[in-house]
């Protein structure tokens, strides 16, 4: 990939933008732009985690694997976070895999240096802290939406998280990939879409969906949606906090 130094001056990743001038400057020097194509495992579930990602226009998964190889996704990471928690928490491996479900790029770091970055204490320990609790906020109403919510409603704020994290309307997604990563049949999905799409909120053609009407699929979603937007918007203070919707329309 051709190095862009552009990205190095100001940096797409919103954690890496939050950071002091000083620094930011102080962690260029161990920062490398790398491709992240599709499916790439950044990090295996019980293996050592050696690199950390920065992601720009990349989405990454964060999945848990069952024995009989089925999947349920944990968490979601694009460019407002780290690909790479379980460093900074006091060990390096973790019982979940994490690989690109949307291509794109991002900034690679040494996991033992920013290890070491954080041990420092200052803003880079007080930034990461903030959204290893955002991370966090994330996979408990995550888990609560799993159990009580419809899958109408799951896979509209699933979709809606993609968006923003991408800021893009259009992205590659396939049915099978959405119900890996939902932990739904493959039907119950096609079900799913077939009713946001008649409903005029997205279309779905070729492995690719496009969102056709944000405010009807906001108020299709279910609270969970605005719940994580906000909790970002108030850790990280980067992200558009969204206001409590009516869901009839």
């Known amino acids: 990939m051709s190095l862009d130094k552009s990205l190095f001056q100001q940096p797409p990743n919103k954690l890496l933008a939050a950071l002091p001038a000083s620094d930011y400057e102080r962690l260029v020097p161990h920062l490398k732009l790398v491709a992240l194509p599709l499916r790439k495992v950044l990090?295996?579930?019980?293996?050592?985690?050696?690199?950390?990602?920065?992601?720009?226009?990349?989405?990454?998964?964060?999945?848990?694997?069952?024995?009989?190889?089925?999947?349920v996704e944990a968490g979601l990471v694009s460019n407002e976070g780290m690909v790479g928690i379980p460093i900074i928490l006091g060990n390096n491996i973790t019982t979940t895999t994490a690989f690109v479900q949307v291509s794109g790029a991002g900034m690679q770091m040494n996991a033992d240096v920013l290890k070491a970055e954080f041990n420092r204490g200052g803003a880079i320990q007080i930034l990461l802290l903030r959204y290893v609790q955002a991370a966090y906020a994330e996979l408990a109403q995550g888990t609560a939406c799993n159990r009580l919510h419809t899958l109408e409603e799951r896979l509209a704020r699933w979709l809606l998280t993609v968006s923003e994290r991408?800021?893009?309307?259009?992205?590659?997604?396939?049915?099978?990939?959405?119900?890996?990563?939902?932990?739904?049949?493959?039907?119950?999905?096609?079900?799913?879409?077939?009713?946001?799409?008649?409903?005029?909120?997205?279309?779905?053609?070729?492995?690719?969906?496009?969102?056709?009407?944000?405010?009807?699929?906001?108020?299709?979603?279910?609270?969970?949606?605005?719940?994580?937007?906000?909790?970002?918007?108030?850790?990280?203070?980067?992200?558009?906090a969204r206001s409590p919707m009516n869901k009839s329309f």
């Open 43 to 71: 990090y295996q579930a019980g293996e050592p985690i050696a690199q950390v990602y920065f992601p720009d226009k990349a989405v990454v998964s964060i999945v848990t694997t069952m024995e009989n190889g089925s999947t």
């Open 166 to 240: 991408l800021e893009l309307e259009d992205f590659p997604l396939t049915q099978e990939f959405i119900s890996q990563m939902l932990g739904v049949r493959r039907s119950g999905v096609t079900v799913a879409a077939s009713t946001l799409s008649r409903a005029g909120m997205i279309s779905y053609q070729r492995g690719h969906i496009s969102i056709l009407n944000r405010e009807h699929l906001e108020a299709t979603s279910c609270e969970c949606y605005r719940v994580i937007q906000n909790e970002f918007a108030r850790l990280l203070g980067n992200h558009k």
